[in-house]
């Protein structure tokens, strides 16, 4: 059974980092490329980032790239999003996502 699970939100001012994990189970990590998606309150779901399966490839969404970076432990089947210089326009649940599935996200609420 895939298991997802998202941690590392939290309350930040304008202008703050976070770090966001996701904790894989259930299925061959290094095998799959992830991704972070998430939902603002009163919006659909929009994808943020890509990873590869070895990490050596990503993209970012126009909205969060200079400012987001995704990565990857493949031996510690995690998956990872830095944040920084956070915008209140960013404050979402945000979802790790392999294929279909997603665990129950994590709020990041960015406000002063």
Known sequence: EVQLVE???????PGGSLRLSCA????????YTMNWVRQAPGKGLEWVSRIS???????????????FTIS????????????????P????????VKDGSKGQGTQV???S
């Open 24 to 31: 894989a189970s259930g299925f061959i990590f290094s095998l």
């Open 109 to 111: 609420t960015v406000s």
């Open 72 to 87: 990857r432990d493949n031996a510690k089947n995690t998956l990872y999003l830095q944040m920084n210089s956070l915008k």
């Open 53 to 67: 399966r070895d990490g050596s490839s990503t993209s970012y969404a126009d909205s969060v790239k200079g400012r």
């Open 89 to 96: 326009e960013d404050t979402a649940v945000y979802y790790c």
């Open 7 to 13: 941690s590392g939100g939290g309350l930040v001012q």
